[in-house]
T-cell receptor, first 113, second 113 residues
């Protein structure tokens, strides 16, 4: 397995534009997590899915953020409209269950100008 | 929800010396405590984890201890080497689908030659 795959690796967009981040989890993993990493706030859990169902989205900062998992092999995180304070590295991770290793993707570095 | 505090934020040690990073958590129901290492520009990767039914776990130069009563856990690295330089994150999870991982703010470990 190639591991958790995220795209794009880098994204630069203008304020107000829609941004879509993509994630392909490891096959067979039931859990998928979206994290945001910044210097100030560290690694923050935004939302996670179990068997494609969103379980906890309390970490989603505001209504501009939305996430979907239409099937077991694909998830998206969308920001609309984007703002400069959304600039961060966004990681997707997957695991078999919550209490075993979560494998992280390489991340998407988002810059909103 | 869970709150994880991590100290120190930066730790500088001489090569060959030991390093200790400490974390506390707030939710007594938490039962899984992983440690992740993140090198500059890369993804977080699991280095060791411990479950609440174990007080200590060791893997070569790395060990983790857990005190459930005091709700704190620590990472110990002995005989530090230059390749140990990285940011280390502790995390806590309730497991059982109740929660994702809540991370500490990270410790930047610097190994001085």
């Amino acid at each position: 397995d190639a591991g958790v795959i995220q795209s794009p690796r880098h994204e630069v967009t203008e304020m107000g534009q829609e941004v879509t981040l993509r994630c392909k989890p490891i096959s067979g993993h039931d859990y998928l997590f979206w994290y945001r990493q910044t210097m100030m706030r560290g690694l923050e859990l935004l939302i996670y899915f179990n068997n494609n169902v969103p379980i906890d989205d309390s970490g989603m900062p505001e209504d501009r953020f939305s996430a979907k998992m239409p099937n077991a092999s694909f998830s998206t995180l969308k920001i609309q409209p984007s703002e400069p304070r959304d600039s961060a590295v966004y990681f997707c991770a997957s695991s078999l269950v919550v209490t075993v290793e979560a494998f992280f993707g390489q991340g998407t570095r988002l810059t909103v100008v | 929800g869970e709150n994880v505090e991590q100290h120190p934020s930066t730790l500088s040690v001489q090569e060959g010396d030991s390093a200790v990073i400490k974390c506390t958590y707030s939710d007594s129901a938490s039962n899984y405590f992983p440690w992740y290492k993140q090198e500059l520009g890369k993804r977080p990767q699991l280095i060791i984890d411990i479950r609440s039914n174990v007080g200590e776990k060791k893997d070569q130069r790395i060990a983790v201890t857990l005190n459930k009563t005091a709700k704190h856990f620590s990472l110990h690295i002995t005989e530090t080497q230059p390749e140990d330089s990285a940011v280390y994150f502790c995390a806590a999870s309730q497991g059982g689908g109740a929660d994702g991982l809540t991370f500490g703010k990270g410790t930047h470990l610097i190994i001085q030659p």
